[in-house]
């Protein structure tokens, strides 16, 4: 059995956080990593597709389902357009790549796309990634807020989605909320800037009650949770999220940039929850 990742995993942990809680994250994630090495070593498939097709598939679906939603109400607007690119921005595809996502999204709101066929035959190559199949429709989720503010059409065809992904309307529902709690985050800007004040020197500015809300939401944690709870959950969270261990279960290359904004949330609001509680 592999520990490679383990122990490398709690070597970069150590070095990022400087802390035992750092390289205990760390070795939790190469754990995870070994694991996957592990399946793919015994069966050829991780319980699933091989990583390379998987990572074809997730690529391939991820624009002919946003296609699809994006042609929900007959047309695809000029804001559904630019939500597309947007995220394609934001992956920081390259030339290929875009060319490639946009042909896959042309095909995808076309009247011959089979949704129900295609996210079949992706769930069956994500067996036993669930991970996988969360980011794959955060990513959905994503472009539909871009676009239309998740509303109208596009919001049934992305809850059609969830279902045949088996994914339950309310985490479909936290996904959402979550997802525009990044989007508000983004448009506000970097913290410390104008507005309430920066805050005297050495101390970091107030924040809101909405935004400490926003943190124990983001963790999936209640806010009446102990100390060691609140930790748990970011462990938990950290660990569904991290880039290498999605990588490690098939995620493309250009889906990586979702996995590793995401995380950051994640860091951010543990840090944030951290500070008022003078932990």
Known sequence: MSITGKVVGAIIGLLLFKSPWGALIGAIIGHFYDQSVNSVRRTGMGGGAGVLEIGERFFTATF???????????????????????????????????????????????????????????????????????????VQVRAALEGVDMKGPAALAIQRVADL??????????????????????????????????????????????QLNAAYQILEVDPKATDEEVAKAYRRQLSKHHPDKLKANGLPDSMLEHAKQRTQQIIEAYELIKSTRGA
């Open 64 to 138: 002919e389902v946003m296609g699809h939603v994006a042609k929900a109400d007959g047309r695809v607007s000029e804001a559904e357009i630019a939500a597309a690119r947007k995220v394609m921005a934001e992956l920081r595809l390259d030339g290929a790549q875009i060319h490639a996502a946009i042909a896959h999204f042309t095909r995808g709101k076309g009247k011959d796309f089979d949704l129900q066929t295609t996210m079949e035959e992706f769930s069956e190559a994500c067996a036993n990634r669930p991970d996988l199949i969360r980011v794959f429709l955060e």
């Open 165 to 210: 992904l088996d994914v339950s309307r309310i985490e479909l529902a936290h996904m959402e909320a979550v997802l525009r709690l990044r989007r508000e985050q983004f448009r506000a800007g970097p913290r410390g800037g104008s507005g309430q004040g920066g805050g005297s020197a050495g101390h970091a500015p107030p924040r809101s009650g909405m």
